[in-house]
T-cell receptor, first 116, second 113 residues
Framework: EPEVTQTPSHQVTQMGQEVILRCVPI?????FYWYRQILGQKVEFLVS????????KSEIFDDQFSVERPDGSNFTLKIRSTKLEDSAMYFC??????????????FGSGTRLTVV | GENVEQHPSTLSVQEGDSAVIKCTYS??????FPWYKQELGKGPQLIID?????GEKKDQRIAVTLNKTAKHFSLHITETQPEDSAVYFC????????????FGKGTRLHILP
């Protein structure tokens, strides 16, 4: 069964450093998302991406965050200057259609980001 | 924006019994309601979903019901098994071009031997 692949599985970084979280969505999917989950809390929407541009972003997704699809396969989330409160599990997801088509999301296994 | 409330936060049931998880949503425009199961160290996995033109949907031991008037939807797991132990998230979404889904806070389900 096709999978969404995320790397690395765990990233430890110093406060103020930049991190890039990487995702390889399912190959025929067109819609891409980043969500985050602070330990023990709900899964929160960060950003959606379609047709090489951001289609929606949440209040969490401020100027320190950016997303990119640098080639035909990778989808990255960059955090420019990490803060302690950025420590969370970050999930990438992709879907073949928008929710208008109702295909549901496929999530990756996540990257656990720890900011020290 | 949409707000999804989920109860209970923790649920323990004897193996073989049924488990019910309930959610409410606030945005009457929401019309797609997926349920996700998250096992330890893994990403959420879609287990079943329901659209607003349907009141109930069943897939083997799992069923979802939707009451659009009351803005309630529920997950029912019958004949629970140890492998059902996980965190379950309900979610809601609209299909009007805003394609993000909003999650509830999750229910940690423990199946007791």
């Amino acid at each position: 069964e096709p999978e969404v692949t995320q790397t690395p599985s765990h990233q430890v970084t110093q406060m103020g450093q930049e991190v890039i979280l990487r995702c390889v969505p399912i190959s025929n999917h067109l819609y891409f998302y980043w969500y985050r989950q602070i330990l023990g809390q709900k899964v929160e929407f960060l950003v959606s991406f379609y047709n090489n541009e951001i289609s929606e972003k949440s209040e969490i997704f401020d100027d320190q965050f950016s997303v990119e699809r640098p080639d035909g396969s990778n989808f990255t989330l960059k955090i420019r200057s990490t803060k302690l409160e950025d420590s969370a599990m970050y999930f990438c997801a992709s879907s073949e259609l928008s929710q208008g088509g109702g295909s549901g999301y496929t999530f990756g296994s996540g990257t656990r980001l720890t900011v020290v | 924006g949409e707000n999804v409330e989920q109860h209970p936060s923790t649920l323990s049931v004897q193996e073989g019994d049924s488990a019910v998880i309930k959610c409410t949503y606030s945005d009457s425009a929401s019309n797609y309601f997926p349920w996700y199961k998250q096992e330890l160290g893994k990403g959420p996995q879609l287990i079943i979903d329901i659209r607003s033109n349907v009141g109930e949907k069943k897939d083997q031991r799992i069923a979802v019901t939707l009451n659009k008037t009351a803005k309630h939807f529920s997950l029912h797991i019958t004949e629970t098994q140890p492998e059902d132990s996980a965190v379950y998230f309900c979610a809601a979404s609209t299909t009007d071009g805003d394609d993000k889904i909003i999650f509830g806070k999750g229910t940690r389900l423990h199946i007791l031997p």
